[in-house]
C-alpha cells in the first residue's frame, strides 16, 4: 500500500498547487491522487483527456465532470460502460438540456439522480424525473421544482 498518496492528493487539492505538480500528480499511480488531480481547477485539458482512459471509475466520472472540459468529450462518456462514468456528464456545468434528456432515461438510477441538480435541467426533463421509479430521483426532482418555482416568483 501507497503510504504517500493521501499525501500526495493533499497537496494536489489545494488551489495554489502550481499547474505543472497538478500535471504531474494527474499521472500518479494511486487513484486517490489522480481522484483529487482530476477535480482541480488548473488541470489542462490535455490531462483531462488522458483521465478520461483511467481504469479506475471515480476518475473518469471526476474528470468528466470537470468544467474546463470540452462539451464534444460529453458525448463519448455518456455512452461509458460504467454508470459512475456516465453520472460525470449531468455532473458537468458543460452538460446541455439533451445531455441531460439522455442521462435522464439512463438505466441507473445513480445516473438519473444527478440529473435535477444540473444547471441546465429543463422543466420537462424535471417533471419527466419527477415520475421516475427511483424515489431518490422523484424526491430530487420534486424538489428542484419547488426551488425553480419560488426562483420565479421573486
Given at each position: 500500500?501507497?503510504?504517500?498518496?493521501?499525501?500526495?492528493?493533499?497537496?494536489?487539492?489545494?488551489?495554489?498547487?502550481?499547474?505543472?505538480?497538478?500535471?504531474?500528480?494527474?499521472?500518479?499511480?494511486?487513484?486517490?491522487?489522480?481522484?483529487a488531480?482530476?477535480?482541480?481547477?488548473?488541470?489542462?485539458?490535455?490531462?483531462?483527456?488522458?483521465?478520461?482512459?483511467?481504469?479506475?471509475?471515480?476518475?473518469?466520472?471526476?474528470?468528466?465532470?470537470?468544467?474546463?472540459?470540452?462539451?464534444?468529450?460529453?458525448?463519448?462518456?455518456?455512452?461509458?460502460?460504467?454508470?459512475?462514468?456516465?453520472?460525470?456528464v449531468?455532473?458537468?456545468p458543460?452538460?446541455?438540456?439533451?445531455?441531460?434528456?439522455?442521462?435522464?432515461?439512463?438505466?441507473?438510477?445513480?445516473?438519473?439522480?444527478?440529473?435535477?441538480?444540473?444547471?441546465?435541467?429543463?422543466?420537462?426533463?424535471?417533471?419527466?424525473?419527477?415520475?421516475?421509479?427511483?424515489?431518490?430521483?422523484?424526491?430530487?426532482?420534486?424538489?428542484?421544482?419547488?426551488?425553480?418555482?419560488?426562483?420565479?416568483?421573486?
Amino acid at each position: 500500500k501507497d503510504s504517500y498518496a493521501y499525501t500526495r492528493a493533499n497537496l494536489v487539492e489545494r488551489i495554489e498547487t502550481p499547474a505543472l505538480l497538478v500535471e504531474r500528480l494527474a499521472h500518479d499511480p494511486s487513484d486517490i491522487t489522480r481522484r483529487a488531480a482530476a477535480q482541480h481547477p488548473h488541470l489542462p485539458v490535455e490531462s483531462l483527456l488522458v483521465l478520461l482512459k483511467d481504469p479506475d471509475d471515480v476518475v473518469r466520472e471526476t474528470a468528466t465532470s470537470h468544467p474546463s472540459l470540452p462539451v464534444e468529450h460529453l458525448d463519448r462518456m455518456a455512452k461509458n460502460a460504467a454508470a459512475y462514468t456516465r453520472r460525470g456528464v449531468p455532473r458537468s456545468p458543460n452538460a446541455t438540456p439533451k445531455h441531460l434528456a439522455e442521462a435522464a432515461k439512463d438505466k441507473s438510477e445513480s445516473v438519473r439522480r444527478w440529473v435535477p441538480l444540473a444547471a441546465r435541467v429543463t422543466p420537462q426533463i424535471l417533471a419527466a424525473l419527477a415520475k421516475d421509479k427511483d424515489k431518490q430521483t422523484r424526491g430530487r426532482a420534486a424538489f428542484r421544482q419547488r426551488i425553480d418555482a419560488l426562483r420565479a416568483q421573486s
